[in-house]
């Protein structure tokens, strides 16, 4: 099969195939990516969508600095940026849809983890979020369920849109 390109099992993608043929990935050509710019986006034909789903409840908009950083000290939450949205202490605080609300309930779930409680308001108003957790601390949960949040309020494709 030698000139044609090869995809598939014989193809391991390091560089050589099993007959000693150079793969497709090795045939690619180098790309510099230092010495690439930047390719602007033209953003004048797309669709403007949302980014902020968050609606913060009165019990957390009542929380003082004092009680906000009391909270994030016993909950052992860092942040390390300024403008972090206050910290939810309970399920009800975030607003979820019923459904979701439900199924939390129904999982035997008592009160957001550390995580979820700092990191669902962040998720939900679109800001940038680095969450380090140990393992069966919520992370999961923490991006994903502002992840569907956003996903389903995004519009549908178009016929032609990909």
Same mark, same amino acid.
């Given at each position: ?6 995809? *598939? %099992?014989? @193809?391991? *993608?390091?560089?050589?195939? *099993? ?12 790309? @510099?990516?230092?010495?690439? !710019? #930047? ?10 969508? $949302?980014? /902020? ?29 300024? @403008?972090? %949205? ?18 939390? $309930? ?5 009160? #957001? ?7 669902? %308001? ?5 800001? @940038? ?7 069966? !601390? ?13 996903? /389903?309020?995004? %519009? ?7």
């Amino acid at each position: 099969m030698r000139g044609e390109e090869r995809e *598939g %099992p014989s @193809d391991s *993608g390091f560089g050589v195939s *099993g007959d000693g043929e150079k793969s497709a990935m090795a045939r690619r050509d180098h790309v @510099d990516l230092r010495s690439s !710019s #930047p390719k602007r986006i033209d953003s004048d034909g797309l669709t403007p969508f $949302k980014k /902020n789903f968050y609606v913060e409840s009165r019990e957390v908009a009542a929380m003082t600095e004092e009680e906000v950083e009391e909270y994030r000290v016993k909950r052992e939450i860092t942040v390390e940026v300024k @403008d972090v %949205p206050r910290p939810v202490k309970s399920f009800e605080d975030i607003g979820f849809p019923d459904y979701v609300m439900e199924e939390i $309930k129904k999982a035997g779930f008592v009160e #957001p983890t550390p995580i979820q409680a700092q990191g669902w %308001p962040m998720a939900l108003k679109g800001r @940038d979020l680095i969450g380090i957790a140990e393992t069966g !601390s919520g992370k999961t949960l923490a991006y994903l369920l502002p992840a569907i949040v956003h996903v /389903n309020a995004q %519009p549908f494709l178009g016929k032609f849109e990909h």
